[in-house]
């Protein structure tokens, strides 16, 4: 550019002086201490990042939400089940101790226990019918949301319409078939615009909770009776009420687990684990020499 000039580059002055290049000593094997060494991480198990005081949890996302409800919504249908066959059989028992009675007397101890055996079947069949409502609706929550999610469209029917609908009697025999057949069509991800259309096992299970709750009423109104013969029809009626709930309670459980598994498709328990056998390669890999100055 400028010529008769010579331009030369410099680093600039420094008050330190350069620091002369380190010495790499040759590797003499592990580390090796005379005693334990105190330092380190803690001797605890490993646990999650959110169990560490002072960070902050985060909500698990609603998939997950609905996998796990799901599993607990499972466990308590399939227990009203199990209670709901021994009351029917409780109830049967009964009636077959009825028909007895009439050509002879009964032993009093035959009598205490099917007494005994339909009172603890009734009070556990309760139970378990208000543990199984309260995870059900539990799970719907999650999965309405998930849904929601989802589909890009919030549900139609607001949360707090839930516990009412499936409470108030004569309305639960619609609602809760509605309230599936929208969070099916969601989960599906149809247009928000469509009608939703129920497949074919949501429709049995809606006739099936539907006609259980019509037999119960008519079995609580056919109790109000005195007569004989309508208390021994009252006992086939409630056994015929305990089959209809354990009918129910198990395909809920089905429906429960297919929009489980629609909203999740990949189950992490059925995911199976893969282990490395061998690797199998064109050479074999190098390994590096080891040091003549290694103590072991």
């Given at each position: 550019m400028y010529q008769g000039y010579e331009w030369v580059a410099t680093p600039p002055p420094t008050q330190r002086a350069p620091e002369p290049p380190?010495?790499?000593?040759?590797?003499?094997?592990?580390?090796?201490?005379?005693?334990?060494?105190?330092?380190?991480?803690?001797a605890l198990a490993w646990r999650w990042p959110t169990a560490v005081?002072?960070?902050?949890?985060?909500?698990?996302?609603?998939?997950?939400?609905?996998?796990?409800?799901?599993?607990f919504a499972a466990s308590a249908l399939w227990l009203l089940a199990a209670v709901a066959?021994?009351?029917?059989?409780?109830?049967?028992?009964?009636?077959?101790?009825?028909?007895?009675?009439?050509?002879?007397a009964l032993s009093?101890?035959?009598?205490?226990?099917?007494?005994?055996?339909?009172?603890?079947?009734?009070?556990?069949?309760?139970?378990?019918?208000?543990?199984?409502?309260?995870?059900?609706?539990?799970?719907?929550?999650?999965?309405?949301?998930?849904?929601?999610?989802a589909a890009g469209y919030t549900p139609a029917r607001p949360d707090w319409h839930l516990v009412p609908g499936i409470l108030v009697p004569g309305v639960n025999l619609v609602v809760p078939g509605a309230v599936l057949a929208e969070l099916e069509h969601a989960i599906l991800r149809r247009p928000a615009t469509d009608r939703p259309r129920p497949s074919p096992l949501l429709t049995t299970w809606w006739l099936t909770w539907s006609a259980g709750g019509?037999?119960?009423?008519?079995?609580?109104?056919?109790?109000?009776?005195?007569?004989?013969?309508?208390?021994?029809?009252?006992?086939?009626?409630?056994?015929?009420?305990?089959?209809?709930?354990?009918?129910?309670?198990?395909?809920?459980?089905?429906?429960?687990?297919?929009?489980?598994?629609?909203?999740?498709?990949i189950v992490p328990s059925s995911?199976?684990?893969?282990?490395?056998?061998?690797?199998e390669t064109a050479t074999a890999p190098t390994r590096a020499p080891r040091p003549t100055t290694a103590s072991r």
């Open positions: 380190r010495l790499r000593l040759p590797y003499l094997g592990p580390p090796r201490y005379r005693t334990p060494p105190r330092w380190g991480f803690p005081v002072g960070v902050a949890e985060e909500a698990p996302a609603a998939v997950e939400r609905v996998r796990g409800r799901a599993r066959v021994i009351a029917a059989g409780a109830e049967i028992w009964r009636y077959v101790l009825l028909l007895e009675s009439r050509t002879g009093r101890g035959v009598v205490q226990w099917s007494d005994s055996l339909v009172t603890t079947g009734s009070v556990l069949s309760i139970a378990a019918g208000i543990i199984s409502v309260t995870t059900v609706i539990w799970w719907l929550h999650a999965a309405r949301d998930a849904a929601a999610e019509l037999l119960f009423a008519t079995t609580l109104l056919w109790r109000l009776q005195d007569s004989a013969q309508a208390q021994a029809d009252g006992v086939l009626l409630t056994a015929a009420t305990n089959l209809a709930a354990a009918a129910t309670a198990v395909l809920t459980i089905r429906v429960v687990d297919r929009l489980s598994l629609l909203l999740a498709p995911v199976r684990r893969l282990r490395v056998v061998r690797v």
